[in-house]
Every structure is written in structure tokens, then in C-alpha cells.
T-cell receptor, first 113, second 112 residues
Framework: QKEVEQDPGPLSVPEGAIVSLNCTYSNSAFQYFMWYRQYSRKGPELLMY????GNKEDGRFTAQVDKSSKYISLFIRDSQPSDSATYLC?????????????FGTGTRLQVTL | SQTIHQWPATLVQPVGSPLSLECTVE??????LYWYRQAAGRGLQLLFY??????ISSEVPQNLSASRPQDRQFILSSKKLLLSDSGFYLCARADGGAHGYTFGSGTRLTVV
């Protein structure tokens, strides 16, 4: 069993839809959770991070963590064609420079006009 | 600036040839640096990480090696490439404040 499971997609939605992306994990020691966005042929860029259960909102993006279920989600409201990318979840046991991140395989999202 | 420079962007190499990918970083000194490989459907696989000059930890036994000759330079090498070494290679640095990494733009390696 992988430490982090993520549906690879592809997920295709119309512009303006609400998108839900999810990851499950098995290592209860993970305390820090991140979402990265990766455009084609580019390196991933950090989108959201959180270290506690609950919701964190940033513009159209909401990250949700449920440690009891070992389940994290990223919601995108009013999705735009520019949101088309691969979204990777990542998590670590330690903060900051001491961290070694474990990544999901990524979900490819396509937002159509 | 926490910029990471990686080159080349794409590379096609024959089986058995050597490899050298270079990564240089800007910003704070003594960063933690990482080499990842990304293959389709397999996500990001950590290959090597370094906490300082000359300090390399290998995560996966393989045909590759890494070196850190200077504080802001991280090099991924191979003496003889295999077909299975094809992939997208990413260099990253740890950014303490954001609890995440900054990634370079990657090198797409195709071994033929």
C-alpha cells in the first residue's frame, strides 16, 4: 500500500464548476499537508499548506484536512481554464527545512470552456 | 529570491552514455536540496537529498549518484544511462517558512 493515494484522473469539468480533489494517507505521523499545482512541463508550485485539521481558505481555493480519517481535500470554486493542471498533494512529519515530503501521484484536471 | 536554476530543459541521451544535470539555487545559504524523478502515473520519487556541502543521502538504490560541491550547487550524475532512467527530473529546496519546497523547472530526460 502506498503511503499516499491520489486518483490520477483525468478529471474534466466545465468552467465555473466546483472541483474537489482528494488524497488519503496511511501514516498517522503526517502532520503537515500541502497542495502543489503543476502545469505541463513545469515544476510544481506550492498552492496551499496547512498543519491542522479543519479548513483553510485562500481565494477560490479551500484546503481541508481530516486527520481522524486520514483524508485531505482541495476545493476549487468557480474553476477557470487556467486551473487546468496536475494537482499533487504532499505531506510531511516535520515542519520547515527538516521536512521530507511524501507526494501523491497527482490528479490531472482539465477545465473546459 | 528563492529561484532554482535547472538545465538543460530537455535531453535525449543514448543508453550507456553518461549524465550530468546541474541545479543551482539562490537565496538563503545552506539550504536543504532534493532531487526528485517524476514518471507518468508514479508521482514524485525522492532520489537524493542534501543538508550541506558534501552531504548526500540516497533514498532509492539506482543507477544514479548526486554530489554537492558548493553550497548552492547540486548535481545529479550517472556513468551509464539505462532506458529506465527516462523521466522528468526536478531539483527542489526546502523553504522553512512555508513548510514546503520550491522546485526548479525540471529536465525531461529521454534515454533511447
Amino acid at each position: 500500500q502506498k503511503e499516499v493515494e491520489q486518483d490520477p484522473g483525468p478529471l474534466s469539468v466545465p468552467e465555473g464548476a466546483i472541483v474537489s480533489l482528494n488524497c488519503t494517507y496511511s501514516n498517522s505521523a503526517f502532520q503537515y499537508f500541502m497542495w502543489y499545482r503543476q502545469y505541463s512541463r513545469k515544476g510544481p508550485e506550492l498552492l496551499m499548506y496547512t498543519y491542522s485539521s479543519g479548513n483553510k481558505e485562500d481565494g477560490r481555493f479551500t484546503a481541508q484536512v481530516d486527520k481522524s480519517s486520514k483524508y485531505i481535500s482541495l476545493f476549487i470554486r468557480d474553476s477557470q481554464p487556467s486551473d487546468s493542471a496536475t494537482y499533487l498533494c504532499a505531506m510531511s512529519e516535520n515542519p520547515g527545512t527538516a521536512s521530507k515530503l511524501t507526494f501523491g501521484t497527482g490528479t490531472r484536471l482539465q477545465v473546459t470552456l | 529570491s528563492q529561484t532554482i536554476h535547472q538545465w538543460p530543459a530537455t535531453l535525449v541521451q543514448p543508453v550507456g552514455s553518461p549524465l550530468s544535470l546541474e541545479c543551482t539555487v539562490e537565496g538563503t545559504s545552506n539550504p536543504n536540496l532534493y532531487w526528485y524523478r517524476q514518471a507518468a502515473g508514479r508521482g514524485l520519487q525522492l532520489l537524493f537529498y542534501s543538508v550541506g556541502i558534501g552531504q548526500i543521502s540516497s533514498e532509492v538504490p539506482q543507477n544514479l549518484s548526486a554530489s554537492r560541491p558548493q553550497d548552492r550547487q547540486f548535481i545529479l550524475s550517472s556513468k551509464k544511462l539505462l532506458l529506465s532512467d527516462s523521466g522528468f527530473y526536478l531539483c527542489a529546496r526546502a523553504d522553512g517558512g512555508a513548510h514546503g519546497y520550491t522546485f526548479g523547472s525540471g529536465t525531461r530526460l529521454t534515454v533511447v
